[in-house]
């Protein structure tokens, strides 16, 4: 059974960081697209950053030049190092990797995506 399992929220001031983690279990992180989502409070769930097996990564226009998507196949986990971060960040964050796709990331459509996390929540206050 996959298993994505992420850690890392919390509670932050506007203005500060947090760096989310999804660790990978039960297969080889290094063989699958990878990527983070969020759903904040009454929305639909939506794409944030996918990183491919060869380390490419895109971003939504709402988090470029504030976050960073890695992912250190070594240790079968995933990275999302949250910058300048604003109110309208708060949200549930999930990862989710991806499968059918070789090399390449599928657009951030949550039907593309096979597996997913339980999440962690990220609240931003001002």
């Known amino acids: 059974q996959v298993q994505l399992v992420e850690s890392g929220g919390g509670s932050v001031q506007a203005g500060g960081s947090l760096r989310l983690s999804c660790a990978a279990s039960?297969?080889?992180?290094?063989?699958?697209?990878m990527a983070w989502f969020r759903q904040p409070p009454g929305q639909e769930r939506e794409g944030v950053a996918t990183?491919?097996?060869?380390?490419?990564?895109t971003y939504a226009d709402f988090v470029k030049g504030r976050f960073i998507v890695s992912r250190d196949d070594a240790k079968n986990t995933l990275y999302l190092q949250m910058n300048t971060l604003k109110r309208e960040d708060t949200a549930r964050y999930y990862c989710?990797?991806?499968?059918?796709?070789?090399?390449?990331?599928?657009?951030?459509?949550?039907?593309?995506?096979?597996?997913w996390g339980q999440g962690t929540q990220v609240t931003v206050s001002s």
């Open positions: 989710a990797s991806a499968s059918r796709w070789g090399w390449a990331c599928p657009t951030s459509n949550t039907a593309n995506f096979d597996y």
């Open positions: 039960n297969y080889s992180a290094n063989t699958y697209c």
């Open positions: 990183i491919t097996r060869g380390g490419l990564s």
